[in-house]
């Protein structure tokens, strides 16, 4: 069973803080993502990555960076977080080994900066 | 790059009637086409999906309809139950291709 796992629930930060969210995916997917969550406006990817050391810049990168130093781990990080980056956070993995694409997700990090 | 259109973004039904929620794409090269379901304070999960190959998937209670020619696809939830309520998202993109390009969803209600 696959199971990802995001490493805080709920966040609070103040505006200004560097902010880091973690990832980690037990089923050995070469691709990870990270999107964010916004009521109306679905789910927007923000960056992803589809090897160790590899990342994309998806729909909204601006404001965001991302580290992928082993093949389980992915992680945001807000340089100095505002207040426009209060929102859901979601991480999901995924293999196109044997042609298949879905995507699994995390539970979710609700981040508010202050 | 991909776009996908989501209608509507709020529907309500009555329990035991039938829902439908429409997608449509831009990318001709688009052949798969997944829709996720997420409950309250719950994950996104994929329910079901469907290749460009066929028209229409069935599972159950849920069905998927595609039109490659109008380039818009359908999910259809027969006979609702309560536990049917949740937030659907549709998506596209092609094999080989990582990146989901996602609908903005749809929240569905179903009223006992």
């Known amino acids: 069973d696959v199971k990802v796992t995001q490493s805080s629930r709920y966040l609070v930060k103040r505006t200004g803080e560097k902010v880091f969210l973690e990832c980690v995916q037990d089923?050995?997917?070469?691709?990870m993502f990270w999107y964010r969550q916004d009521p109306g406006l679905g789910l927007r990817l923000i960056y992803f990555?589809?090897?160790?050391?590899?990342?994309e810049k998806g729909d909204i990168p601006e404001g965001y960076s991302v580290s992928r130093e082993k093949k389980e781990r992915f992680s945001l990080i807000l340089e100095s977080a505002s207040t426009n980056q209060t929102s859901m956070y979601l991480c999901a993995s995924s293999s196109l080994a044997g042609g298949h694409n879905e995507q699994f997700f995390g539970p979710g990090t609700r981040l508010t900066v202050l | 790059g991909e776009n996908v259109e989501q209608h509507p973004s709020t529907l309500s039904v009555q329990e035991g009637d039938s829902a439908v929620i429409k997608c449509t794409y831009s990318d001709s090269a688009s052949n798969y086409f997944p829709w996720y379901k997420q409950e309250l304070g719950k994950r996104p999960q994929l329910i079901i999906d469907i290749r460009s190959n066929v028209g229409e998937k069935k599972d159950q209670r849920i069905a998927v309809t595609l039109n490659k020619t109008a380039k818009h696809f359908s999910l259809h939830i027969t006979e609702t139950q309560p536990e049917d309520s949740a937030v659907y998202f549709c998506?596209?993109?092609?094999?080989?291709?990582?990146?989901?390009?996602f609908g903005t969803g749809t929240r569905l209600t179903i009223i006992p």
């Open positions: 089923m050995d997917h070469e691709n």
């Open positions: 998506a596209a993109t092609y094999f080989g291709n990582e990146k989901l390009t």
């Open positions: 990555s589809y090897d160790v050391k590899m990342k």
